[in-house]
């Protein structure tokens, strides 16, 4: 049952770190944008590649108030990701040791 308990620990911390890294994806765009010109180069329009699926629904549900708050909602809702579910997933696996 041990490697059943190191296997969700596993994965739980690869979720968490995954989630970390997106959220900064997502805080990097946020910043880029801001930025005039810097649009052209091909590391914004990766890093916007990358976010856009999570943010263009989120918009889509948003009313337009004049600010896009679509990457705040996304942090949060990320982040109660990793502080509940994967939270979860990985307190069970240390259960299970």
Known sequence: MF???YLLIAIGKVLS???NLY???II???VLSWIPNVRDYRITEVISSLVNPVLNPIRKLIPQIGVDISAIIAIVVLYF???YIVSAI???GQRLL
Do not use: C
């Open 28 to 30: 990097l765009d946020a």
């Open 23 to 25: 959220v900064v994806l």
């Open 3 to 5: 490697i059943i308990g």
């Open 90 to 92: 990985y307190h069970m």
């Open 17 to 19: 770190i995954a989630i």
């Open 81 to 83: 990701l990793d502080n």
